[in-house]
């Protein structure tokens, strides 16, 4: 019946009437007999508001308003209340964090509280608003269809933070052998953290996302039961790429400190070279520098016979070290 | 029937009877015919009367004595025998330390015996005896019910030292490449230690804590079920930041290992550069120096030729290391 | 009854007519009632028309055309469609990758959509349609077991890379001992890097080949069965093998750490000792190169006295570096 | 009925008859129909007597007599073949080694077989031999009970051994950032060792004492089977500390590394301190001690010109080294 | 009935016809209705002709022939085939490599085909053959049973193997701390590979003999049953101790880091201790060697005045290292 979708869309509400009064934030969208909610960010008042209208249970408005969470699912006999984590690059602290996105699903409506703003949630909420067919699309086919499109947009955005890291990786290795063996280090250990982050977000993510896929299940007609196990599948290609990356980053930090090793022996090699050398030599010349009456003092022929000897000892010196291959 | 609640707190108890003679320790709390009794480190004395009072096994006794536990789960007929073990900050020997809870519970009753004062459980005791309504909300519903809430205190403050271990971290991950090393090198070894400790106490923890939520349904109402299941969650969440800990502070350690190896480096380079430089000039100036006869000496042409061999050894010197990146 | 294959080979078609027109490139060989459609890297109007003309699900179809793909079968009542990955080296980025061959099975077609090119399979395709007893042979037997032969050939071609890495570890174990240590740590570095992406692309495929293994006994006769079995073990013995070149390129990482330390050590030491001996001589020579009147200036039996200290003292300095075993 | 215990421990027998004749070492206690024999290392002769009086099977008076042995349980209609390991202190060695107890129990008897004696053990058995309050006591409660005796002293056994490893590492804490490096090198060897050592006895005993606690209830009073789930729960819990032991030590292992790293790096600052201070300024007196003529040569100024100089690049490197925070 | 054994060994055969005619190298024995042929490194016509003579199947001759092979069983309704792996010195490589055995097991002949002489097969071959008590022994309880002789022999051959390493490890125990690092690290090396190299083979070996203790059933007596347990017990034995000796060596190999590194240390201390020391006072000296007019130039004052300082400043260091524990 409701065929017209009412958006109540209130954030960027134009006026600024002197002080911001509590006015709804909330964004709805109907169509097909299915309702898709969405607000970032909620408050304790909108989200008791929210949970009096759809019959939440109390511990899950909790959790909605905590920041404390993890992926998880808890069944209801009307709804699902599910809690996933994405990466999310926090500027602030420039960190990757986890951005939360509480989802409630019952057979009419799916409610999409994300703790931060998701760019993916939000843009897929736009074109629906804007693009009636589109809408239809969407909606025409029951709630897990249209949780499924979210998710599928959002595990999509996923990829583009992956393949960054592996770009960060590709420049790593074509460093590490060139020089500037401080930046690799700070790099290495850059990227090594982001990995760590992103594992975090998604390691509990997989289980979750397993049993979402037999939960959702009544929410979703028979034949589209194969789309969830594309979303399943997403997160174990990122949860393998994070292994791959995560041992490639761990073979280039032990590769990198291979070489800042062998750097040292280069340098301290040619650092001996130049004491196993000039010490001798120096000291040979403090011998005959000494005030005191050696054979030889102030003759010519002693200073090409000690010139001689020198010689001698720097090409013995250098031999040796060539035959070393130090040199 | 007993709506009154008894109290028999009678540690603080005022006069100093020149030897202390045996006085009851124990605090009780009874309402909606569920009884709380509470009594920090029990003594042999004090766990025998109790043991003998509500008929428990003789080897919980003995491991309720016991300093040597691991969490775990006994069933009994009549009741549950509970050991939990929660991260607590030994003062004396500086170090995080594992206190244990021991929980006897039944339908009538729920005894708490803590081998160390555990402050949540003493404050959720004291605010129970002062404030009649949060003990009938508590008391109403259950034994389990009860102990969820004692659980639930007692993970809520487990976080906060989970923060300060991450604040630490975060402190040592601007240090590493600042300088300090030593300094690093010690805090990196003390939360690492410290997050050793808190794994080792919450690693047997967590198949415990999914044993009692099976258990405990025996003394819960149905409709509460879904409240154990929030421990579990809370005890898995622990268990993944300490993990994601763990990795952090390894990736940390390796960085700090690269950033003093990659230090020592550029101390070595600049020792070697000034040897490779001045260890050459000075034996040059060695040979003028000798008192032997060569062609020159004592001229002021010798003096402007050997200046400027020098100035071309130096410059050629500092070439080479600019070409070689090490000035 | 199609006793004589059809090809439609057109790919290297001779004649170039200007501009390259949309000409079917699909290569097509029938016998026995069983269809063999091979395809390097379709395109989406080809996948589009083989999906049409096969009936298969728009899901694989963007699956075959996208990148990001894990080894993976999907099951319909009419046919299987597998992903699965073989190690290619891209010649263009210098590096060890995932080719995807992207195959659908029914009961009378194979279809084989490698993204790249795999010569395995290409060749296998011109082996049939050259030669006829072959092509009897392979097609008589029902689909799976021509995917048998498809797959058998794949993986015969995974072997010789692994050896080629084998053989690059046999070298890098002799290198380590003798001298080159830059040369080895890069020779360690690459082969590091090539065993993390071999397991990277076989890692998933092994759970892939055991489900296949039991999905396409539809297609394969009774007594066949066993073949399959052999692919799995192909499988397995891969990934075996990579696990032992893992751990012996892990460990000869960590004997060329230590080579490098202890080399560093032997090239210290000389320095020291060098410093050692001749800095204490060349101050006693600075001793009496001083102008200032000391015993024995301008005496020829200081000279041999001083000679005689220094002689002692290098012998002394060279006693004790022969005790400490330095030299 | 055999209400009086038989005791025909006949080792420490007094009078030595010229050569020793192979009088029966086997130590026999009954009571309550129940025997208990024990013998230390037993011979083949004594072995073989034994099995033919008990009826063992022929594989197991081979594993007795073998030394390569693993815990394990062998199950006959008649009797249980039980055999454990437990950390030994072997003097001879300086070692930790594995101490074998076979034992054989039936509805009747025990056989406690160690391979070398077991302190724990040998006391227990004399305390039966002499206490009959004792020995009623656990000879009453069938053959299950006093094998549970046994092992718990066992256990009780295993214990101290860990406390001392614990205060090692304690210690060892303490040290590493104290100095004295070589010899904390040392203690975490041999720590580790000991801790490997204490594993690989541990490791293979708790799936046995499972299993164990499985089979023996068919030689135990119902109401007692919750007394070997202590027995389990003591090697968890020693399984546990070893767990976290080796963490402890290697984050220690990597802790001194760091140290020593750090140390050196200081050590190479001063040295290139010195280098970098004192080579330029002899440099600048070899110039000026050059038998030739140069400017100011043999006049006052050019003495305090020089010195002004050299102080200036005294201070200037000292400044700069201040900088750079090396001093 | 065929009470009587024929061998029909023809391999060292006495007489050498020009050139080698293909005459029959296959070894058989035939008692109590069993047979048991023996061939080692069979080539394709005799492989051909074994399976023509006993049935095998297609892929199981392919596999004898193959060089890579898993260990394994295959299961037919007729027999069994077994592929085996055992540690093999390779004398001609210098490494410890796998032997491959293949067995075909049926009711009524066991065929053994090692691809390499297996020692304690070709000896237990010669004693049946020597031995008429013996061959009863083992040919009158079934194929299973003689089956069982024959690993038990190959398993009893791993030990000894495993014995060497352990006494190389206890030997680096003794190395480490004691000075030539170089062949230390070269030790460490080459029992780290053998280690590996061993794993390699019993690795896949552990799950086959579960299996084959399974599979095996149907070829053995009820009451024998017990002894194929014995020989997964043997694996897992070595299994354990492999794992054992990684922690060992592993542990080793850090313990020898940490001691070049300490050494290092040792080393770079000595020289700078020489530095800090001689290269201010060589400075001194130097100040007064230059030829220009200081105070005290040429008079035996400053000679001792100067000597002073000098002795002062060596005081003052070597008071200074003293208290840095340097000397």
Chains 1, 2, 3, 4, 5 share one sequence.
Not at 28 to 56: C, I, M, S
Not at 217 to 232: A, Q, T
Request: aromatic content about 12%; overall charge negative; some cysteine.
């Amino acid at each position: 019946m409701p065929a017209l979708p009412r958006i109540r869309r209130t954030r960027p509400s134009g006026l600024a009437e002197t002080a911001p009064p509590p006015e709804p934030r909330l964004a709805e969208l109907t169509a097909d007999g299915l309702t898709w909610a969405h607000l970032d960010t909620p408050t304790l008042p909108e989200a008791e508001q929210l949970a009096e209208r759809f019959g939440w249970h109390a511990l899950d408005l909790e959790d909605v308003l905590s920041k404390r969470q993890r992926p998880k699912i808890d069944e209801y006999p009307e709804y699902l209340f599910v809690v996933l984590h994405f990466p999310w690059y926090d500027k602030a602290v420039q960190r990757l964090n986890a951005a939360e996105l509480d989802v409630f699903i019952a057979r009419d409506y799916v409610v999409t509280l994300p703790n931060v703003e998701l760019l993916p949630v939000s843009r897929l909420f736009a074109r629906c608003a804007d693009d009636k067919t589109l809408r239809t699309q969407l909606f025409s086919r029951g709630s897990g269809y249209l949780l499924y499109h979210v998710l599928d947009d959002l595990f999509d955005y996923c990829f583009p933070i992956l393949d960054k890291i592996g770009h960060k990786l590709d420049r790593i290795e074509d460093e590490v052998f060139e020089g500037r063996s401080e930046e690799v280090v700070r790099d290495i250990s850059n990227v090594k953290q982001e990995i760590i982050s992103y594992r975090k977000i998604i390691k509990p993510e997989r289980a979750t996302l397993r049993m979402l896929e037999r939960q959702v299940e009544r929410f979703l007609p028979e034949e589209l039961e194969l789309y969830f196990d594309d979303i399943v599948d997403a997160s174990e290609r990122i949860w393998d790429l994070l292994d791959n990356y995560k041992e490639v980053v761990e073979a280039l930090e032990s590769t990198n400190e291979s070489v800042i090793s062998h750097r040292q022996g280069d340098v301290l090699r040619l650092l001996t070279v130049f004491g196993a050398i000039f010490l001798p030599l120096t000291f040979i010349t403090g011998i005959f520098g000494m005030n005191v009456l050696y054979p030889g003092e102030g003759t010519p022929e002693a200073y090409w016979t000690i010139l001689g000897v020198m010689i001698a000892v720097l090409v013995g010196m250098i031999g040796f070290f060539r035959y070393k291959r130090w040199l």
